[in-house]
């Protein structure tokens, strides 16, 4: 195996300009509608009193979860001591910073009082698993940013695996307390299971590793840089197992609420009668967000296609954000249990299904994070040495002759 | 000291006696009054001595009337004559409502008014990052409006539904319950007028006298004495949150 040469990108073609600019659009999209939400308030927006959080949210969380997913890269060849992945390292760990990054922004910005946010950093309910999260959000940012130095410094390398595996498992936690958001709430009958937290952390797997295989498909690509099968057969595979895990948890999700009858309303709610929800379910997040891409994966002749590799990667990608509006939204829509036994009647939406239509400030706040997320995965590479020079079998594959 | 000297004290003694009994029994129920219709002074805290409740009889609440709801309005301000001019009906702010029920079994139907329950462990307190969303000493549950961050968590966590969130810049505000953008809000059991040793305003609107007031922890308070004699069910007793908000009939 050879040893690894990283190198910053020129950064000066029209290609990459043009890239910065149309994602400069989109970031500055978000910022503009995230002004009006702040200027004129949420009435301009699809969210109501009983759809309270809404698509900032899907995206939002969406970015979270993947970015500490992203990390996983970094996390097998450091921690797991898979010399393949190593040269995959510091990218991993630059998207798994941006990602969250990005995913934060969008949830501040999304704030009634956004303006409030150092009273969110000064005022700490320690029973608020918002609270944990808030500490464990900014620990993972200088965990990542202390462990990345250790892979960038060479007088630091001894390091790199203390860092590693304390990044490793802070992400861990990170994403159980991402997953607990929502297990933890008794009052809606989508949420309040345990299971929620696993369920999120092998999602983020597949997010972020879908993420980092189009990043580094599309940065070798633009960049010249020689990208081999050998790492592409190990990411898709690896990707194929993220899929597989998150289609266990989520069986065992939905077969707990399908035994236990205080729930089958809710169950029959998302997976037959739900309208938009039952489709981005089955559509969405299990036929084209799950099953296609892992068939593409594992398909003999499909799995070394490149092309068809990336649109997988895309899929799982935007099955993603159609799971996160099933959970987050689906949930929501589904009318609270207040009075076991009895229909419900009231001016507040009560015994409804509650309604919501996403709005363009939502939207353009949603994708903003993400084009903020890219631009600064964009202007790192251009200013530090995190893309290797080559991911070519003989310098991925210890075993390539 | 002679006899006469000493049978003099005596009488005045028993004369300074009868005055004492005379104030004691003129005095004392004015003190004791005192007590229980103490209002607090400002500078004094809540204190957890009080544990502040209503108590609804759901068979006395009559269908088709809301005067507890339009009480609610009035006193703070939100409601179709509110302030709140832009948002959807969605989106305004509701801090009690009417139910209407039907028992999917029997066919039975009631009506009651649902507000903050305010539960002794309330979810919406549990998940706030910024402690906003706080429980006074005596039960009473409310929301900081300056350090509330607008995250709509206590939204997420609420059983009952209980909280609005604010779409909407407001102006013409009452001066009892400033409305803030952004911000989240519920019922407050009316604490101001509780401070000051009133009735919460639905409480005194409801024609029907449906609805009894007072201290849960004080065994002799009416509330006390009619859940004693007669119970009351909290709703979603199975969450086991200990709510100050009680009904009968359910």
């Known amino acids: 195996m050879k040893k690894i040469r990283y190198s910053t990108i020129k950064g000066n073609s029209a290609g990459y300009l043009a890239l910065l600019a149309l994602l400069g659009a989109f970031a500055g999209a978000g910022l503009v509608a995230a002004y009006f939400m702040e200027h004129y308030g949420h009435y301009i927006t699809g969210m109501n009193n009983q759809i309270v959080w809404g698509t900032p949210h899907v995206f939002a969380v969406f970015l979270i979860v993947a970015a500490s997913g992203a990390l996983n890269t970094a996390s097998i060849a450091s921690v797991f001591s898979k010399t393949a992945y190593k040269p995959l390292a510091r990218l991993s760990g630059l998207l798994a910073i941006a990602l969250l990054a990005g995913g934060l922004m969008i949830l501040v910005l999304d704030l009634g009082r956004a303006d409030r946010l150092v009273v969110a950093m000064t005022y700490y309910n320690f029973k608020s698993i918002f609270a944990w999260n808030i500490i464990l959000y900014n620990g993972f940012f200088l965990l990542v940013a202390i462990y990345l130095w250790t892979m960038m410094d060479p007088t630091m390398s001894r390091y790199t695996k203390t860092a590693g595996v304390a990044a490793f498992v802070w992400r861990l936690i990170l994403t159980t307390g991402t997953g607990s958001i929502f297990g933890f709430l008794v009052a809606r009958l989508a949420y ?177 994070g993400f084009a903020v997320a890219l631009i600064i995965v964009a202007l790192a590479v251009k200013v530090l040495q995190f893309l290797p020079e080559s991911l070519a079998d003989e310098v991925v594959d210890p075993h390539h002759k | 000291m002679d006899k006469k000297s000493n049978q003099t004290d005596q009488a005045r003694r028993r004369f300074f006696g009868q005055v004492a009994a005379v104030a004691s029994l003129t005095v004392a129920p004015g003190v004791i009054l005192q007590q229980v219709a103490h209002a607090r002074s400002p500078e004094e805290p809540a204190s957890d001595k009080n544990r502040w409740g209503i108590l ?36 305004k702010a509701q801090w009690i409502r009417k139910v209407k029920l039907t028992d999917k079994q029997t066919g039975h139907v009631q009506t009651l008014p649902l507000m903050c329950q305010h539960c002794e462990h309330p979810p919406c307190v549990d998940v706030c990052p910024t402690g906003a969303s706080m429980k006074r000493a005596d039960g009473i549950v409310l929301v900081d409006k300056h ?68 201290d849960l922890k004080d065994p002799e308070s009416a509330i006390s004495r009619e859940l004693r004699e007669n119970g009351g069910e909290q709703i979603r007793a199975d969450l086991g949150l200990n709510t100050g908000i009680r009904y009968q009939g359910l």
Not at chain 2, 57 to 63: G, H
């Open chain 2, 147 to 214: 350090i509330c961050i607008g995250c709509r968590y206590c939204m997420m966590a609420c059983p009952y539904k209980a909280r609005s969130f604010i779409h909407e810049e407001l102006h013409d505000q009452k001066v009892n319950a400033p409305r803030g953008k952004g911000t989240v809000e519920s019922c407050t059991l009316c604490v101001q007028r509780v401070d000051a040793g009133r009735q919460p305003a639905c409480v005194e609107a409801c024609p029907e006298q449906a609805m009894i007031f007072g």
């Open chain 2, 56 to 91: 609804i009889n759901t068979n006395k609440c009559a269908e088709g009337c809301d005067a507890c709801v339009t009480a609610c309005q009035d006193e703070y301000g939100w409601g179709p004559n509110g302030p709140e001019t832009r948002s959807s009906d969605l989106q």
């Open chain 1, 192 to 368: 309040n299971e345990a299971i929620m937290a696993p369920l999120f952390i092998v999602m983020s797997f597949a997010f972020g590793l879908a993420i980092l295989i189009l990043v580094t498909m599309a940065a070798c690509k633009w960049t010249g840089r020689p990208l081999g099968d050998a790492l592409m057969r190990r990411l898709k595979n690896l990707l194929g197992v993220f899929i597989a895990g998150t289609l266990l948890l989520l069986l065992a999700y939905h077969l707990t609420k399908l035994y236990i009858t205080q729930y089958h309303g809710v169950e029959a709610f998302i997976l037959r009668d739900g309208g938009v929800y039952t489709q981005l379910f089955w559509l969405g997040w299990i036929l084209l967000g799950s099953l296609v891409p892992l068939a593409i994966v594992y398909h003999p002749a499909w799995g070394k296609n490149r092309s068809l590799i990336g649109f997988a990667a895309t899929l799982v990608i935007l099955g993603g954000l159609a799971a996160m509006y099933v959970i987050i939204i689906g949930g929501q829509a589904y009318p609270l249990l207040i009075f076991p036994g009895k229909e419900v009647v009231s001016s507040f939406s009560d015994g409804v299904i509650n309604s919501y239509t996403p709005s363009l400030p939502e939207f353009a706040l949603g994708v903003g």
